[in-house]
């Protein structure tokens, strides 16, 4: 009986005190509901708390818009990402930008969809440059060219390798931010050690990352180069062999039947072969590929401009930056995320300003792109003294910049997000289970035809 | 009086109306939406560009081979996991029946996989599986066993993932059978003793029968669990490599953003095995409740 | 003689244990190890197991990623808020699968049991079209009423109500107990371990849940703790694995408590209790 008592009270107590949770939380919910979608939906937090106050409160009677600005940019990125938005909204007495972390590129795309059929979409939103073409297709994006021409701006203000996806049917749908490229970067001590030049060339490339391997025993202790596991880097290489991804009919591959695939895949294997090539795993490859290189386990690494900063301040070797080598021409695809205004914004003009302040005020972006490793995308700003200054202490960052003369994305699609999944399985076939080059890329090739042609 | 019956008539109906008004919302209406996207070729962000494509979606599901690798994938993880972890949780029960403070602080242990978020379990076993400087291989190597490429070759990537599926299961199962054979009065092992029974005997005349509601209810729940098997999945391996690992619920998520309406049609037919699975388990189970 | 051998068998016994135990329990040690690395130590190769010096400013670069505050008191509202909505739901429905005969039964409960298995991953856009409809994508509600029926929950309680000897029932219903009380004061009671088992199941997995959130949220003033550890990691560049690990292990916390007060119910009530 005792027992019966005891069960009871302590259900009692777990009941209880979860009760006055839920009753907790449906306060704080009212709260939300009750300011509205300008106060509660900001970032500043206190505000929710503050909010359960009487609801008598009048908003206040200067017009304040708020910008929904949705972004992918989260740790160090994000912070310098809260700084510009603050110095935005500290200039512009009128508008409230609010910016805030919807995941990684992909789950902002997902969002952006769903919420875009739903109406609660953001004004503003940073887009991975490979999904515009697709947000542009559904008529969800604004075109920007008679605000830009308005604002007296003009398209080439802007650095030519990164408007790649920017401009569909005419319209001006996205604009560059935070953009990054492949880049080799390099352990030049090991490569001094062993009196080796930085390679330019695809057999230059072979020669030296062969020569850099150390084995003990069977095991390879010190490999020459490593990529994280991406379509970035067989899609740069098979531009450098002078294909092309989509055929400009855009029905088929254009890499398969002028054996320009098996070309490239077939060095990437000889290298896996040999032991001068370490393929990472697919998960969390950028890390491992990083983590060798820092470890001073690889001498050579394509790997993103976006890692400069990091790598810079972690390794203790010479360490330094050079284009992608070249096999009949230098070539690399372009990455990271575009601004675009939705269509259905119904604060266009201040999304608009708070779009052409980002892009071309000095207070805008420029810091951003300082701070971040991101490359500067418009001409005025690559001449600024602020990045001409930093260029000069570090030069590694240049030459990220002056790679932008070769870049071409020839990956452009409607469809290039499904064709992607494929193109992955195709890697990974190759990469990790070996198997017969040609007759995976042809597997490859009538996949995409399938999805090309829908 | 009359009043009386008639509330006994409506009374089960009112005390599930609520359950059942959360499942009509969040089940079978998501469900009904998606029926009706299997039928498009659906624009999610401009409705006015979906197209009615009739049984297309389905057509392309059941000619390609993507999807049946997929079903077999999520079947082999499903046999695999249940079957494996209800052994090693069983034993594991057994070996930590008895009462003691090390039991208790070992079970407690190996409930740990269960609530550490996947990203740090998940990066553990990244570490530990890598090829050619992990701890399986270097353990694997000192034993004169050749080293395996775990998750980086498609032959034992699923195995690989259904390794640490298990790892990560048999604590919580552990858990409830040892819940379980705690509750056997001690009486009739007592009178298995005077008759001088084997241990094994006892445990296969005795124990078992005495568990097996428990352990049936396992295997309803486990199977279920495993057959929509995610997050593992997307974190170790991304369904890789070359579609190894590619479960169904991986499958359908892959197509969320690019072709919803193909996803959908998966999502139908997921829905429409599992149904199978469910009606299968539920006359299993009724019967089952009978001999009780 | 006859003795020592058995103290071997009982130290070699022992030591198995230890080592088992330390095999589950190895990534949570690995995440405080990883969680009071340097920048550098995490990017060794191979890694580094044990950190020179513990950089206990992780948890505070950490917490300083965020509203943190906002995050957790986010995500006990959920979490409580799941539980509490859950058991109200679950408890009278599971009584009247395991103790009424009613028509359309075999339907009620074939749908409780589809509801179990179909994953959010396939349902959570037409869901999220729904919420927005009803104009609840800026709450926390989004995160709360998907959950509201626990078929699962509903499921484990019916099995253990159904093994409630009807004679209880019976002399409780002849001394005029309502059929609240009967709950109340029998099934309630009687069915502790179940309750406990389903209660830590669900907190857990919602606690820990980064999907949904994800997708159901766009602003940072209703999000849980899941997303604000997300926020942490590097958009491009080096992973920084120590401060989320850090993120990780205050994730942890709560859970390690919740398991220690339920495991003990789980584990006690089974003990004790006469049902069989």
Redesign the interface.
Known sequence: MKRMTNMKSSLGLILITAMMVLILAACGNSANDNSGNNAAASSTPPASESASAPASSEPASTEKTTIQFWHSLSGKNAEYMDALLKRFNDSHPNIEVVGTFQGTYDETVTKLQQSIASNTGPDVTMLERAYVEMFADADALEDMNPMLTASGMSQDDFIPGLMGHSVFNDKLLALPLNRSTPILHVNKTLLDAKGIAIPTNWDEMKKAANALVVKSGNEVTQYGLTMPYDTWYPIAMITQDGGKFFSDDKKTIDFFDNGIGEDVFGYLKDLQKSGALFYPPTQDSGTVANQLFTSGKVAMMFQSTGSIGGLASEVDFDYVTAFLPQNKQYANPTGGGNVAMLASSKNKEAAWEFIRWLETDPQGSLAFILQSGYLPFTKAMSESKEIQDLWAKEPNRKVAFDQLQYAVDTNKSVVWPEVMNEFNSAIQAIMYDSKDIKSTLATFKKEAERILGQ | MANRTTWD?I???V??A??????????????G??IYLSFY?Y?????A?SKYVEFDNYKQIFTRGDFYKALGNTLVYTVGVVALTMILALL?AL??KR?TR??????????????????????????MM?P??GMLNALLRSLGIPPS?W?????TALVSVIIVAV?QA??YYA??I???L??VSPSIYEAAALDNASRAKVFFRITLP?IS?QLF?ILV?MT?GS??V??IVQ????G????ATTTL?YY?????????GYAAAS?VT??AI??L???V??RLLSRK?HY? | MKRMEFNYGRWLGVILKIAMGLFFIFPFLWMLSTALQTLKETLSFPPVWIPASPQWDNFVRAMNGGPFAIYAKNSLIITGSIIVLQFLIMIPAAYAFAKYSFVGKPLFFGMTLLAFMIPTQVTFIPVYLLLADWGLIRTLWPQIIPFMTNAFGIFLLRQYFMQIPQELIESAKLDNATEFKLIWRIMIPMSRPALATIALFSFVSHWNDYFWPLVMTDSVSIRPLTLGIAALKETEGITNWHVIMAGNAVLVGPILVVYAFFSRQIVRAFVYSGIK
């Open positions: 008539r009374r089960p109906y005390m599930i609520p359950a059942m008004a959360g499942i009509l919302t969040f089940v079978i209406y998501p469900m939406y998606l070729k624009n999610l962000m401009n409705r560009k594991t070996w930590l009462n090390l039991n208790a602080i070992i079970q407690g242990g190996i409930f740990i996989p269960h609530i550490v978020s996947i990203v740090s379990v998940s990066l553990v076993w990244l570490w890598e050619s400087h490429h998750l980086q070759s498609s032959r790892w048999i604590g858990l409830i040892s819940a379980a705690r509750n005495l509601p209810f729940i279920i057959f929509k995610f997050d974190i170790m391996t991304g890789g490599p070359n579609d619920v359908i998520y892959s197509y969320r953003t690019t072709n919803i999502g997921l829905m599992i149904g699975l469910t009606f388990y539920f409740v009780q």
